[in-house]
């Protein structure tokens, strides 16, 4: 039998993949425990903890963007709702935001975000809370130019009440869309979470209107049974 110097069996035979139980506390919600205790058995979440990642969405952008292919070198990078900061740590490489893969174009990535973030080289980060009245001329400002992308992870606070939160996701989802509107180069790309609820026709209308293609898809990493899925459409009609 294999041993590793402590003595433990290393052998891997006869193991089960064992579960985190977590203890209901003392003021804690049973919701809060459940989440917890999902969270400490999700595999993506231990996935990014390994690779690196400041969490596991980074793996939802980085299946999507592996079945439609809109982070390429050079490309010119919005990311709404960034923080922690998963989707601009993928975006990093992919885009070549450091200029440092020899013959391709550099790109640029600008994260927004309502809570201040940790540094990541390669992004330029700003704190803003982009429903305000003046947010799109604050991020059209610091992008000095048009995007090749608009990617929008953004939620809004949970109230308990599941409609409402579907509106208001639905509300943040429209408000990045017209930024997209309004700063997309010809042929670029909008990529945001959604919730299905129903309340989301008027903007898969809008979409569809600007852009060639739109497609919703719930990536493997957006859990089972979470109502999450996104919007990628690709193709924008500038005119």
Same mark, same amino acid.
């Given at each position: 039998? $294999?041993?590793?110097?402590?003595?433990?069996?290393?052998?891997?035979?006869?193991?089960?993949?064992?579960?985190?139980?977590?203890?209901?506390?003392?003021?804690?919600? $049973?919701?809060?425990?459940?989440?917890?205790?999902?969270?400490?058995?999700?595999?993506?979440?231990?996935?990014?903890?390994?690779?690196?990642?400041? =969490?596991?969405?980074?793996?939802?952008?980085?299946? %999507?963007?592996? @079945?439609?292919?809109? %982070?390429?070198?050079?490309?010119?990078?919005?990311? %709404?709702?960034?923080?922690?900061?998963?989707?601009?740590?993928?975006?990093?490489?992919?885009? $070549?935001?450091?200029?440092?893969?020899?013959?391709? #174009?550099?790109?640029?990535?600008?994260?927004?975000?309502?809570?201040?973030?940790?540094?990541?080289?390669?992004?330029?980060?700003?704190? %803003?809370?982009?429903?305000?009245?003046?947010?799109?001329?604050?991020?059209?400002?610091?992008?000095?130019?048009?995007?090749?992308?608009?990617?929008?992870?953004?939620?809004?606070?949970?109230?308990?009440?599941?409609?409402?939160?579907?509106?208001?996701?639905?509300?943040?989802?429209?408000? #990045?869309?017209?930024? #997209?509107?309004?700063?997309?180069?010809?042929? =670029?790309?909008?990529?945001?979470?959604?919730?299905?609820?129903?309340?989301?026709?008027?903007?898969?209308?809008?979409?569809?209107?600007?852009?060639?293609?739109? #497609? $919703?898809? @719930?990536?493997?990493?957006?859990?089972?049974?979470?109502?999450?899925?996104?919007?990628?459409?690709? =193709?924008?009609?500038?005119?």
């Amino acid at each position: 039998m $294999n041993k590793k110097p402590n003595g433990k069996n290393t052998s891997g035979r006869g193991q089960r993949d064992l579960k985190v139980k977590v203890k209901t506390a003392r003021g804690r919600r $049973n919701s809060s425990t459940l989440w917890l205790q999902r969270q400490l058995n999700d595999p993506y979440v231990k996935r990014a903890q390994a690779d690196g990642y400041r =969490g596991r969405a980074a793996y939802k952008i980085m299946e %999507l963007d592996d @079945k439609f292919r809109f %982070l390429v070198p050079g490309a010119r990078v919005v990311d %709404l709702g960034c923080a922690p900061g998963g989707w601009c740590q993928v975006a990093v490489p992919r885009i $070549n935001a450091l200029g440092d893969r020899s013959g391709k #174009a550099q790109g640029f990535i600008l994260g927004i975000d309502l809570q201040e973030m940790e540094p990541i080289t390669g992004c330029i980060l700003h704190q %803003l809370d982009f429903m305000e009245d003046d947010a799109d001329e604050k991020v059209k400002e610091w992008l000095g130019g048009k995007a090749d992308v608009v990617m929008s992870d953004m939620a809004a606070s949970s109230s308990g009440h599941k409609q409402t939160d579907h509106l208001r996701i639905i509300a943040l989802c429209e408000a #990045a869309a017209y930024l #997209a509107f309004d700063i997309l180069e010809e042929g =670029g790309t909008f990529v945001s979470k959604v919730l299905a609820g129903g309340a989301e026709g008027e903007l898969q209308k809008l979409l569809k209107q600007r852009f060639k293609k739109v #497609a $919703n898809v @719930k990536p493997p990493a957006s859990r089972s049974d979470s109502s999450e899925k996104f919007v990628v459409a690709t =193709g924008f009609r500038a005119t």
